[in-house]
């Protein structure tokens, strides 16, 4: 079965520095879903990447997926407190599947 | 719009009980999934209604079921509670054919 493993679990950064957070799956995925849960909070959708080499921004947030499928980053660029919370890869073999499968996620701790 | 609700909100149940979750989705989604959080195994995965069917079940044991009723609320039931199933239980709402989760606040079970 899909194997997702999401790298690394913790990520402790100065504001302003930069973070970057990886989903790597074991088979090609038809899609990937990132998803961001603020502490004490519920996930909340960020952005889905469908293409090949894909590419989005969203102000300081890049995503892109891998040319293979396989894997998926995103990275926060001069991060702010903010952006605390846990980031969770939701990758999908099966467009139109509603059975999303969870990466571990990355918690992202600020240090002011 | 309003979002999903979900009720109640903190439950505190001892072992060998049952419980019942609800979950009210976004007017006019009518796929509602349900997700297990714990600190040890992430988010995990239940089931998926659709239009009052399971389409979609999780590796979890038949003690763990759920329904959907004709106006797309949702229920699901835990039997002969353990100490284990305490968690944070999240129900997620989305259209039909898209991937997009919008997840309500989600229900604090304590089992004692």
């Known amino acids: 079965g899909q194997q997702v493993m999401q790298i690394p679990q913790y990520q402790h950064v100065q504001e302003g520095e930069d973070f970057t957070t990886y989903c790597n799956s074991s088979?090609?995925?038809?899609?990937i879903q990132w998803y961001k849960q603020r502490p004490g909070g519920h996930p909340v959708f960020l952005i889905q990447?469908?293409?090949?080499?894909e590419v989005k921004k969203q102000k300081r947030l890049t995503f892109q997926f891998g040319e293979a499928k396989k894997n998926s980053s995103l990275h926060i660029t001069a991060t702010q407190t903010t952006d605390v919370g846990t980031y969770f890869c939701?990758?999908?073999?099966?467009?139109?599947?509603?059975?999303?499968?969870f990466g571990t996620g990355t918690r992202l701790t600020i240090i002011p | 719009k309003a979002g999903v609700t979900q009720t109640p909100r903190y439950l505190i149940k001892t072992r060998g009980q049952q419980v019942t979750l609800s979950c009210s989705p976004i007017?006019?989604?009518?796929?509602v999934s349900w997700y297990q959080q714990t600190p040890g195994q992430g988010l995990q995965f239940l089931f998926e209604?659709?239009?009052?069917?399971?389409?979609n079940k999780g590796n979890f044991p038949g003690r763990f079921s759920g329904r959907q009723f004709s106006n797309s609320r949702s229920e699901m039931n835990v039997s002969t509670l353990e100490l284990g199933d305490s968690a944070l239980y999240l129900c997620?709402?989305?259209?039909?054919?898209?991937?997009?989760?919008?997840f309500g606040p989600g229900t604090r079970l304590t089992v004692t």
């Open positions: 088979t090609t995925l038809s899609n």
């Open positions: 990447l469908v293409k090949s080499g």
């Open positions: 939701a990758p999908s073999t099966n467009f139109g599947n509603e059975k999303l499968t």
């Open positions: 007017s006019g989604h009518r796929s």
């Open positions: 997620a709402s989305s259209l039909l054919g898209t991937l997009e989760q919008y």
């Open positions: 209604y659709f239009s009052e069917t399971q389409r």
